[in-house]
């Protein structure tokens, strides 16, 4: 099932610079993009969303990129911290699927970032 | 802040056993998720839970697997009888609307370690 991938195992980043996280989807029934990130040991830390009516979202230092059209999102932390470090995330989800789909989240594989001060 | 919490943190069991996992989901949900993550695997959804049913669960979610709301604060995954495969961290969610429309919170996670 690979309905939703993130293509880049890992990426580092300087300190102060972007991070550019990118996620692809096949599914065009997804409907609702969220970024999750994960530290070793813990659970998933909702990060943002976007809704497919929108194409940007943005929260603080987080942005999200939705191109509907190429299928494709991407996560810009700017500047990145150290602090950033950890496993991102990308999901999606259906409000579709036969109005039943109460939660089916498809995960991406994730992306470790690495922020060097 | 609410969040979800999941005991045990780590539990280890024999092969053939029968586990409960317990969730607290955010007091204010209506939606309740188990997902799992093998290791160097995605994270994979299970199962989701709405008005006291399974609104929808995957292909991993055989007879060997059950979900309970017994009151009205805790949510439970139960594996029957646990193999091998069934290591995992496995993750309760909650959320206040249906998905499509409101994030999903994660608690922090139950180890699952079948010997």
């Known amino acids: 099932d690979q309905q939703v991938k993130q293509n880049s195992p890992s990426l580092s980043v300087q300190e102060g610079r972007i991070s550019i996280l990118n996620c692809d989807y096949t599914?065009?029934?997804?409907?609702?993009f969220l970024w999750y990130k994960k530290y070793p040991a813990e659970g998933p830390t909702f990060l943002i969303s976007i809704s497919s009516i929108k194409d940007k979202n943005e929260d603080g230092r987080f942005t999200v990129f939705l191109n509907k059209s190429a299928k494709h999102l991407s996560l810009h932390i700017v500047p990145s911290q150290p602090g950033d470090s950890a496993v991102y995330f990308c999901?999606?989800?259906?409000?579709?699927?036969?109005?039943?789909?109460?939660?089916?989240?498809?995960f991406g594989q994730g992306t470790i970032l690495t922020v060097h001060p | 802040e609410p969040e979800v919490t999941q005991t045990p943190s780590h539990q280890v069991t024999q092969m053939g056993q029968e586990v409960i996992l317990r969730c607290v989901p955010i007091?204010?949900?209506?939606?309740f998720y188990w997902y799992r993550q093998i290791l160097g695997q995605k994270v994979e959804f299970l199962v989701s839970f709405y008005n006291n049913e399974i609104s929808e669960k995957s292909e991993i979610f055989d007879d060997q697997f059950s979900v309970e709301r017994p009151d009205g604060s805790n949510f439970t995954l139960k594996i029957r009888s646990t193999k091998l495969e069934d290591s995992a961290m496995y993750f309760c969610?909650?959320?206040?609307?249906?998905?499509?429309?409101?994030?999903?919170?994660f608690g922090q996670g139950t180890r699952l370690t079948v010997v």
């Open positions: 007091s204010n949900h209506l939606y």
């Open positions: 599914n065009s029934m997804f409907d609702y």
């Open positions: 999901a999606a989800s259906s409000s579709f699927a036969g109005g039943t789909s109460y939660g089916k989240l498809t």
């Open positions: 969610a909650s959320s206040e609307g249906r998905q499509g429309t409101t994030e999903a919170f």
